[in-house]
């Protein structure tokens, strides 16, 4: 079992950056592949950034150029750099991993096997 805790949502204005960390529990981080996904008011839960376990990133177009994705695998823990925030990338924000040994990245809910708890982000105009 894999625990997933977020943390580091909050309020800021349109043009604004946060940092999101997601910190995991076990010790098998290193070997699964990780994700963020946001889910916006009246919105289906949606794909932003997934990281390999090897390093490898991607990204939604929407934010492209403005999100950065990394992880530390000593600290179990996988960020969401977040910058040039707009009002449309205000949501809940979903840390997520995939199972032991699923390293490659995926785009789609069902591929991933653990969710943490979420923490909203608000981008104000």
């Known amino acids: 079992q894999v625990q997933l805790v977020e943390s580091g949502g909050g309020l800021v204005q349109a043009g604004g950056s946060l940092r999101l960390s997601c910190a995991a529990t076990?010790?098998?981080?290193?070997?699964?592949?990780m994700g963020w996904f946001r889910q916006a008011p009246g919105k289906e839960r949606a794909f932003v950034a997934a990281?390999?376990?090897?390093?490898?990133?991607d990204y939604a177009d929407s934010v492209k150029g403005r999100f950065t994705i990394s992880r530390d695998n000593a600290k179990n823990t996988v960020f969401l750099q977040m910058n040039s925030l707009q009002p449309e990338d205000t949501a809940v924000y979903y840390c997520?991993?995939?199972?032991?040994?699923?390293?490659?990245?995926?785009?789609?809910?069902?591929?991933?096997?653990?969710w943490g708890q979420g923490t909203q982000v608000t981008v104000s105009s």
């Open positions: 076990g010790r098998t981080f290193s070997n699964r592949a």
């Open positions: 990281i390999s376990s090897g390093g490898n990133t």
């Open positions: 997520a991993a995939r199972r032991v040994n699923y390293r490659s990245i995926q785009y789609n809910l069902e591929s991933y096997d653990y």
